[in-house]
């Protein structure tokens, strides 16, 4: 069977079994086609002195090994000098292939160093012009199928490395000035956002006719912030604006709503993106790229002015969010920020109207932020919690801790962990897994009671019979839960938008099952959970003030009181849902396993909404698993994560951590690190700028006091003297001709400028320093912010180091094998 096609054309590709080729070793691939079709070198018969040079002029940094190179060249009349071989590349593996020939580059899988012959000569076809569709799979995806060119590839190959070298004619030099992208259908061409939704709306439509590795990328930009007076949209949140095109993969659309801060937000459908080999991981370059081609266009609408000329913007961009309706608010869309009125008796808002409302960038989070869901595996999504995993409350000294949600979540997270182990259950990896996100479902337990407050609260804004603008206590409160419910999603960067239940069931076998139904009986567990404390606080969330800070614990101890009842409320829920897991064969499907069976609510549930059968908080935010499952993934279960900060770095180490990049996925990371470098450098270089112009500020003042004290001490090294004579001759005259004398004796006023810069001088050290304190701190934060970064791209650059050293071993080894080969 071939390991690889060949094919030319444009944008598609489609899947051809080839099992009737018998010359060819390896697995099958998708056959493919080109996104451009590739100009090749003319064949060696040429005649064009320019273009030619002598054999070996250069060093080989091709890749390929010396005698390789020299028997293809000798068999070509080609010279192989622009061949880039990328060993342990990650790409065949997302076409089923173990080697493949990409313009001049050559990508060989993990170990699969054998086929590099059978790929050079392939180069040489395609420089000869030999490569031509033989075969029409469907409407312009013309395939090469040609046995005859795979044959001919094992031969001379062989042959390329049983060849001895000798004196060679001058070899062709033509460049090749358009690669062929060869088994790439999800690669992006796209530089802008009209092209990159045009591109996704073709590969959706034909992407049943591929079998490239791919996920489902969704994302979340907020971008620009409503202003101005009469904005009635002020204060309101997860309002559905508009909505554009859906797109044909999930059949779902743009959309345009508002968010906290009166922000505006663009909610992108899931684009296909391909995932790094053998894994769930959406390449994380690729995720990069079309993150950054959003933020260059949102950029600009963000400046249009109004609504009405965004809106405009997106038609142009391929968006067309005109055809709004008139909109309703709803309970779910109100806050304390939105003001207490009857909004059930209001009416629909225009939406001619909301055209008019004024808007400017971002000034959330310094600009345009993003979020990224993607669907993937449990233990992908395990992962990616562990890389930043929150440090727990440090209640070891003395000083009081400020108040944190996140870090307060970890903590119980880490004690409802610790009373786990005391249960004596053995870890599997499946276990592993299961246990981690019980005891994050059962730590955010601490949310819920704030959940629950949050909504009770919104439908009294709703109906206007809130207290919150009357009562400042109740506005800290609302403050306080606000925060808390849209916390616990942050906790580790990362969170999963299904249930405790169904995630088991992707990870846990019947004996898994088993132990952690008697694990939840165990009464270890529930002691565990009783113990759990928290210390008290400072700076508490709507509860900032010296004087609410009692307060402000007090609703910290009620909230750990009624979280702490719903964990133990939890573990009979979570015991009886493990029977229903038998009972109902939830993990078979006519003796199969299956992915579209769980557990899920009778009905939706709402925004802010809890039920307590589903156990974890933030419900609304789920998405039924079936509809995540992806039709090339039939034996795992998937889910939706989102990345709740620095989506692409957090997919960047993701990859990293777990070895999933190849060397242009290193290259594509190193340059992320860089370019964040980069970045907090300017803003440091910012930061020492204006700390110097405050620190020259007083040097200035200083500078002039060195300047005019010796000027001044020798302009008066006579002035007593000058003085008696002056009093002695006008003694008794009017005091004014002092005065004169004073102005006659210093006649440019040194001595009066001197003064007046050492009284200037402690004012401008009172008011500088805490300008250039404040200005030192950020610069020492912004340099700790530095840290992380330039460590990743240390430990990318010895990565890449290991592999060329691996790299050249396997050269070595190879040579070797050929030099054996030869003997016979």
Known sequence: MPHEHHATQTNQTATRSVADNQYSSGISK???????????????????????????????????????????ESLSGYSMDDVRVNYNSARPAQLQAHAYAQGTDIHIAPGQERHLAHEAWHVVQQKQRRVSPTVQLQKDIPVNDDAGLEQEADIMGTKALQAKTTAQAPLQYKHIDKAVLQGAFLDIAANNFTDYITEQETKQKQIGAHKESFTTVGFEHEFTQTEGEGNVLAGISHLELAKARPLAFTKLPFILETDAANALELVSPPFLIKTLSNSM??????????????????????????????????????????????????QKNVSHKSGVKDYDSMPELDFTELKKIKIKPSEKGGGITSQVNFATTAQTFDDLQNINKEDVLDTSGARTPGFNPKAILATLEAGIKAAIAQTGITDTPGRKIFINQLARTLSGQFAVPAIEHVMNEQKKIFDGTSDLADTPAATSKFRFNAYLSSAVKDVDGAWIKDSLMNIGLGVLNDEDWTAIKDMVANGRLADGIRGLALPEFTNINGFEKEADKEAGNALIQETLRLAKGKMLAALPIISGQIDMVYNHDLMKKDGKKTTELGIFPTEAVAFMGHNDEMIGARQDTYIDTRKAQLPQVTNERLHVAETRKDGVDNLYKLAFNTDKLDDKGLDAMFAFQADKVAEINKEIVELQQAKALAEKDIQDIKDKIVELEPKVKTLYEGYEAALAEFTKTYQGKPKQLKAQFEKAFDPTGLNDQLIKQQKALPGKIKQQTPIIDKKKKEITAKQEEQKPYLLLMSEIDSRKKQRKMMQELRQQILKQQLEQQQLF
Do not use: Y
């Not at 002195?49 to 002598?54: A, E, Y």
């Not at 060093?59 to 190179?69: E, I, Q, R």
């Not at 993150?291 to 142009?316: E, N, V």
């Open 281 to 330: 991981i959406p390449d994380p370059a690729d995720v990069e790229k079309v993150d950054s081609i959003i933020r260059a266009s949102l950029d600009t609408l963000s400046k249009k002015g109004t609504i009405d000329g965004m809106i405009k913007g997106f038609k142009t961009a391929g968006l067309d969010f005109s055809a709004a309706e008139n909109l309703k608010i709803q």
């Open 30 to 72: 998708p056959a493919v086609q080109p996104l451009q079709r590739m100009p090749v070198s003319a064949p060696a018969g040429t005649n064009n002195s320019q273009n030619t040079q002598p054999f070996q002029l250069k060093p080989n940094d091709t890749g390929l090994p010396d005698d390789l190179k020299s028997g293809i």
